[in-house]
């Protein structure tokens, strides 16, 4: 396995968790939050699938499928990744409140 390879999922996670943030900036996060998990999947398998055709050495699929299913995996990693880092700042600010007490 070349070393694209290897870094190629989580770059794709990196650009989809970006692109989200903008797209939440861009419309208010309160308004389309629900559709954030369904940009982020389809964004994921565009950009698996443009990977596959215009730099196919950077992905690890032999087909265009496999490549579309890698991409949109790695959009669904990049909102599991920003609700995971909600989470943890949503701890961190109760660990504080009971500090506090």
């Not at 989809?16 to 964004?43: C, D, N, Q, W």
């Amino acid at each position: 396995m070349e070393a694209l390879e290897i870094i190629s999922v989580p770059v794709i996670v990196t650009i989809v968790y970006a692109m989200m943030e903008l797209f939440k900036s861009a419309f208010g996060a309160e308004r389309i939050g629900k559709f954030i998990p369904l940009f982020a999947v389809t964004l994921g398998a565009l950009i698996g699938f443009c990977a596959f055709y215009l730099y196919p050495a950077i992905i690890p699929a032999d087909n265009a499928f496999a490549a579309i299913f890698i991409g949109a995996a790695s959009g669904w990693a990049a909102t599991g990744a920003n609700q995971t880092y909600k989470k943890l700042k949503e701890n961190k600010a109760e660990a504080g409140e009971k500090n506090d007490e």
